[in-house]
């Protein structure tokens, strides 16, 4: 009896063969992006930087790591086909803005938001990073490279204490992480904006019992310095800076362990002393 043999690609030649495979797995790491109007390429050359988008895992990760709310207004540098700015108004109801460089990815973010729902909530500013105001963000967002990150590090510490900047991929050099965070092999990376502190500060109690010189040294968040009473000096113990406020603890000349919070406006502080249970308001200014 003769068995017809039905056609099976194991038949086709060895090389045709492997490049089919090849064909099929490059389909599936290389998913199709855009509209009926334009589709970029993965890795396609940008203005100092390559295509990537962060995957929607990520963009959700960054965002709540922020802490985004409603109340926030989100600037997303290099936003590509705008998937941060549509996630943050569309998931966390933040007004939300993306400034890309190339101009056909800035027209696809668009229309993406549109199509979306939340034209309203997103702007997209087809613009260079490095040239548009992005001060008013309360919320920045980076999938750049290290070089890049470097160059954008001292505008961003310039922005609003408490400011929050979240970044994929590359960290900012010297300038430490508040957080870290990983999904798979991917990190993300937040900052939090510090007031600057360094100085020589006056500090009192609002009742005339505690007077002080508060002299601080920062390096980014990191805090420290001493604090002379009724001339001893002695070092601050835990300082920090987070945002706009700055902690520390110290031991008094009586021996108890007292410890200030306070906001950080400008040259002025305004917080409150604590010694164990009780708290006093405590005032200061930036000599």
Not at 157 to 178: F, I, N, Q, Y
Request: aromatic share 8%; with cysteine.
């Amino acid at each position: 009896m003769r068995v017809r043999h039905l056609p099976s690609t194991l038949w086709l030649p060895p090389l045709l063969c492997a490049a089919l495979l090849a064909a099929a797995a490059g389909a599936q790491d290389f998913p199709q992006y855009g509209d009926e109007l334009y589709r970029p390429r993965l890795r396609q050359p940008g203005k100092d930087v390559m295509w990537l988008p962060t995957p929607d895992a990520m963009v959700e990760r960054m965002l709540s790591m922020a802490k985004t709310t409603s109340a926030d207004v989100v600037y997303d540098l290099g936003a590509g086909d705008g998937r941060l700015p549509i996630a943050a108004a569309q998931r966390f109801g933040a007004t939300a803005v993306g400034i890309e460089y190339d101009r056909e990815l800035a027209s696809l973010a668009r229309r993406s938001a549109e199509r979306a729902g939340v034209a309203g909530k997103v702007t997209i500013i087809q613009g260079d990073i490095f040239k548009e105001d992005f001060s008013r963000a309360t919320v920045v967002t980076l999938y750049l490279l290290p070089d890049l990150n470097q160059q954008l590090r001292p505008q961003l510490l310039e922005m609003k204490p408490g400011t929050r900047v979240v970044s994929h991929a590359w960290d900012m050099g010297e300038w430490e992480p508040d957080a870290t965070q990983r999904i798979g092999e991917s990190e993300a990376f937040l900052w939090i904006v510090p007031a600057r502190v360094e100085g020589r500060w006056t500090i009192k109690d609002q009742g005339g019992f505690f007077a002080g010189e508060l002299a601080l040294s920062q390096r980014f968040q990191r805090v420290g310095g001493t604090l002379t009473l009724r001339g001893k000096a002695q070092p601050v113990l835990g300082a920090y800076v987070e945002g706009d406020i700055l902690g520390f603890t110290f031991v008094d000349l009586d021996g108890g362990i007292r410890s200030v919070r306070a906001r950080i406006s400008g040259g002025a502080l305004a917080g409150s002393l604590r010694f164990a249970s009780t708290l006093t308001p405590v005032t200061g200014e930036r000599q």
